[in-house]
């Protein structure tokens, strides 16, 4: 999975693709609704930067009867905006362009019918929008505040003496606007209705209201739109802000690091990093989940009938030829568990190795269960609940692999060694060596029978020729039996050793494919997360 470059100053477009690859990574895992919102910064971020960026859009927010209207007038220099007291009067946004040819497209988006075109020299590329009152008693005008508040480059919140401490505007927009102090100021309006002394108490009332809100450094400017004071203090501020060019840009990054902020808030916070995650996994749970399989896979009987067949195989082809065609009457341990041939070592259809046990498949769930819960420690609820999902993701399939598995690796069970065709050869020559002796004292026998001349006979130490071929190869057969039936029995140990091994191996690539894999996917996806998450913050 890529992981996103980490720089000391990460640009804008690096900011919004880490944002985008956090909300991509955090599908189905956070809350849809914040997924979705960081979705809609990136969109947006998109659409702003493909208008006009020469101009610098402007808000005048406030609550009713703070005097936005009046200032809006006072800045723009004309009488635009309807003034009232106690009613709000704004009911839909309108816009003061200064020099605002090329913003037409921006204004559609930002969906502005009411256009006003400024003459004036300064403020070049301002536009200036004057938003109905965010405490208004109609539904419509705070819906329509909410959407600007959003979307504009710039915000200016214009307060009165009354209610500058209003919970209102500080718990629903001032608060969760604190990553966007850069594209913001906070204009204390009406101070003609204050004493000298009571304007500095309340402006340093409002720092520190504004400092609990996350919002140090913000310019707060004291002004009265109606004697004029304070106001072109805030129009050479906004001509700083519109000199510069860059307020679009600043409200987008702001906006990338609310929307990246409240990603890491849903999901608890940093996470950890990729190795202390996967470590989680390491140890005892794995162990378990390898024993656990192994035991309803059947292993422990696979081992069983490897010794059993090989020691039942071996006297089949090195017992005493006189004997071993009754061993083929008993049943192969491997092939009547239909694992591989005795003779090619293929593969057909599945073993007939019984069903797990609800003791065994219980035992499954639970080590299962366990990978999920060690590797879910710590991650946040929906994260570790994918996990969890993610590590019994592929129990279903479980029970074929693990059946492949054993059967695969149970074929090098079937193989014959070379030294039993040296040893078959060997019996049926010591076979064939007592069948002579058997036919040379049949024919002597016959022949005294006949009462015919006897033939000249060999001997050894006074003993036929005939009966040393006959004794010698029936004792000789025996004994070589009996040795290959010592060798077969520690043979048989060896290999069911080497099969316990390589099956104890098979069944682990099973639970890191089938369990672990998925799970370490999942957590490798977390981490991708947290390192866009920490790009887009940055």
């Not at 910064?41 to 209207?69: E, W």
């Not at 409002?206 to 004697?227: K, N």
């Not at 010794?307 to 009754?326: D, I």
């Amino acid at each position: 999975m890529k992981l996103l470059r980490r720089g000391p100053s990460p640009s804008l477009d690096d900011r919004l693709t880490a944002l985008l690859e956090a909300a991509d990574l955090a599908e189905g895992r956070l809350p849809a609704d914040v997924v979705a919102a960081a979705r809609k910064v990136a969109d947006r971020a998109g659409v702003r930067r493909s208008l006009s960026v020469s101009h610098t859009v402007a808000a005048l927010a406030g609550a009713t009867g703070s005097g936005k209207s009046s200032l809006f007038n006072e800045l723009t220099g004309a009488e635009l905006a309807t003034v009232g007291v106690t009613r709000p009067t704004t009911s839909t946004a309108q816009a003061a362009l200064w020099e605002g040819d090329g913003a037409g497209p921006l204004l559609d988006w930002l969906e502005i019918p009411r256009r006003h075109a400024v003459a004036a020299e300064t403020l070049s590329g301002l536009v200036l929008l004057d938003l109905p009152d965010h405490d208004s008693i109609e539904l419509g005008h705070r819906l329509e505040v909410d959407r600007l508040v959003e979307v504009v480059d710039l915000l200016v919140w214009v307060l009165d003496p009354q209610k500058y401490a209003d919970a209102a505007v500080h718990e629903r927009y001032l608060r969760p606007l604190a990553r966007h102090r850069e594209v913001m100021v906070v204009v204390l309006n009406q101070i003609d209705r204050l004493p000298p002394a009571a304007v500095a108490r309340c402006l340093d009332d409002l720092r520190r209201l504004l400092s609990g809100d996350g919002l140090d450094g913000v310019p707060v400017l004291g002004v009265s739109a109606r004697t004029g004071d304070g106001v072109p203090e805030l129009r050479a501020l906004l001509g700083e802000k519109v000199a510069d060019r860059q307020a679009w840009a600043g409200r987008l990054s702001a906006d990338v690091a609310t929307a990246a902020d409240a990603l890491a808030t849903s999901a608890g916070g940093a996470g950890s990093d990729a190795a202390s995650e996967k470590g989680r996994l390491a140890g005892g749970v794995e162990k378990a989940l390898i024993g656990a399989l192994s035991s309803a896979a059947g292993v422990p009987l696979v081992v069983e009938a490897v010794g059993k067949a090989h020691r039942h195989r071996a006297v089949v082809a090195t017992g005493w030829p006189v004997t071993r065609w009754v061993r083929r009457f008993r049943p192969d341990p491997l092939r009547r568990l239909r694992i591989g041939s005795p003779t090619r070592g293929e593969i057909v259809g599945k073993t007939s190795l019984p069903e797990a046990s609800a003791v065994q498949k219980a035992q499954v769930e639970t080590a299962i269960r366990d990978v999920g819960e060690a590797a879910a420690e710590g991650l946040p609820g929906a994260w570790a609940a994918a996990v969890r999902r993610a590590a019994r993701s592929r129990a279903g399939e479980l029970a074929d692999a693990l059946d492949k598995a054993v059967s695969t690796t149970s074929l090098s069970a079937a193989r014959r060694p070379r030294w039993w065709r040296v040893v078959g050869v060997v019996q049926w020559a010591v076979f064939a060596a007592m069948a002579a002796g058997a036919l040379w004292l049949g024919v002597l026998f016959g022949l005294d029978y006949l009462r015919l001349p006897e033939l000249p006979t060999p001997t050894v130490l006074e003993v036929p020729w005939p009966t040393v071929l006959l004794v010698g190869g029936a004792l000789t057969g025996v004994l070589v039996a009996l040795l290959s039936r010592l060798a077969a029995w520690i043979g048989g140990r060896r290999r069911a050793r080497k099969t316990a091994r390589a099956l104890r191996t098979a069944v682990a690539e099973v639970a890191r494919a089938d369990v672990l894999d998925p799970v370490t996917t999942e957590l490798d996806r977390h981490t991708a997360f947290t390192t866009a998450l920490t790009q887009a913050r940055a």
